[in-house]
């Protein structure tokens, strides 16, 4: 078995289990071995003889099975693999992974693995949207499982929304993403991306033009270098890439704790567009209009979470890159902005909007550095996410 090369796929018994069929003729064209564990629910929607039959093993479905205890214990089993795949992962199988339950084979492999773990929810809408499921959600991104999906669509339920489980092909290119091995391999990398919004009322926000491209970008370019990426993004236009551990977030305050609960990490990106300020206390209902009065808000600043970070006494990453988008002198005052905040890195950019670079698919950066300022050309986003991830890895490996 060559060492990368290898997911155990748990399919738990939801109608898009049919789905996973597809992803494991996928997985093995693109030369991943899969090694299968059917819930017995997933057993009711697709055979195991199927299962077998496409993936070339044997398929594994119960935890007392004795017979399978003796050739490979549940512990073997949950190791073999350098990723766990769930596909479909049901919301009962994930509440259960949540709480840490291990009443299946499934559940027991989630639990006795070391081995990064991938889900692909698969649910109707309601089940999804659901505040549990989202809790559980929430604390399984903060165990360190992935997700790849859901998507939005229409649903064998007959109902449209998001639930759908991810497209077979979609899942298959989140597993090479994270089976990639490359200088990044091994290290844990936070990068921040996007806008925040920053609540007036429940219907009301302060937020700014950036789209998350170039966080965005830079999160798939570091994730292709093998790194283990967690992308912590506010609302942004782009979508967050696929093989990554995606926290949404909303204000600089949530934003702040997402950064804080993935450390350790070996280095931290600020691409992120925060708001400087928020509103000192939000309306807890909307504000109505009061005659010719435009009401009058009371702002108070955002914690620098760039700052925060680079200041750390203990646990500082060991890179730390913030963005400086400047309209005027850019590099006299990415320069300033670079010791006043205390980070090692500061890519800045001239926002001028003649410049086209904020939302748009260019960008010019200089990196300034302790050594001194580098300006690059004008290229694109990706362009300049690469060079900068080759940067990265060049410095967190020397
Ligand atoms: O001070 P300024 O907003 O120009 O700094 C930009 C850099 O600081 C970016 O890397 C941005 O992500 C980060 N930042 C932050 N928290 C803030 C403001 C900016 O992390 N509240």
């Known amino acids: ?100 339950q291990a009443d299946d084979l499934a559940t027991t492999v989630l639990l006795a693995t070391d081995t990064p773990v991938l889900m692909a929810p698969a649910m109707n809408v309601r089940m999804w949207d659901h505040p549990a499921t989202q809790r559980n959600c929430e604390q399984l991104v903060r165990d360190g499982v992935q997700f790849v999906g859901p998507n939005k669509g229409s649903m064998a339920c007959g109902e449209y929304g998001s639930g759908r489980m991810a497209e077979p092909s979609e899942i298959c290119q989140a597993v090479q993403a994270r089976l990639t091995t490359g200088p990044l391999t091994g290290k844990k990398i936070v990068v921040t991306s996007g806008p925040t919004h920053e609540p007036i009322d429940p219907v009301r926000y302060i ?53 804080s609960e993935a450390l350790p990490a070996d280095a931290a990106i600020f691409a992120a567009a925060v708001s400087d300020f928020r509103i000192a206390q939000p309306n807890s209902s909307k504000i109505k209009k009061d005659g010719d009065a435009a009401p009058q808000l009371e702002f108070a600043l955002n914690p620098d979470i760039l700052a925060g970070i680079a200041q750390l006494q203990d646990g500082r990453p060991g890179l730390v890159v913030g963005f400086a988008a400047e309209t005027d ?16 890195w500061i890519v800045a950019n001239d926002v001028r909007p003649d410049t086209g670079i904020m939302g748009g698919t260019e960008n010019a950066v200089t990196l300034i550095t302790a050594s001194g300022s580098e300006s690059w050309p004008r290229m694109s986003k990706t362009a300049v996410a690469q060079a900068l991830a080759q940067r990265i890895a060049d410095t967190l490996s020397e």
């Not at 597809?22 to 009711?44: F, H, N, Q, Y």
């Not at 994730?223 to 926290?247: E, H, K, S, Y």
């Not at 005052?333 to 090692?344: E, I, N, P």
């Open 1 to 100: 078995m060559a060492p990368g090369n290898r997911v155990l796929l748990i399919i738990s018994g939801g109608i898009a289990a049919y789905k996973s069929l597809e992803l494991i003729r996928l997985l093995k064209k693109s030369g991943i071995d899969v090694s299968p564990v059917m819930t017995p629910s997933a057993a009711e929607f697709v055979t195991p003889l199927s299962v077998s039959a496409l993936s070339g093993e044997k398929v594994y479905t119960s935890l007392f099975d004795l017979t399978d205890e003796a050739e490979m214990g549940h512990i073997q089993l949950s190791r073999v693999a350098d990723l766990v795949v769930v596909a479909p992962a049901t919301a009962h199988l994930m509440a259960r992974a949540a709480q840490g």
């Open 207 to 259: 937020a700014n033009r950036s789209s998350g491209a170039q966080g965005t970008a830079l999160a798939v370019a570091l994730r292709d270098l093998g790194a283990d990426v967690t992308f912590v993004t506010g609302p942004a236009d782009v979508a967050p890439p696929q093989g990554v551990r995606v926290v949404s977030v909303q204000t600089a305050f949530e934003m702040q704790l997402a950064v």
């Open 329 to 344: 002198d850019v590099i006299a005052h990415a320069t300033a902005k670079r010791s006043r905040k205390g980070c090692d």
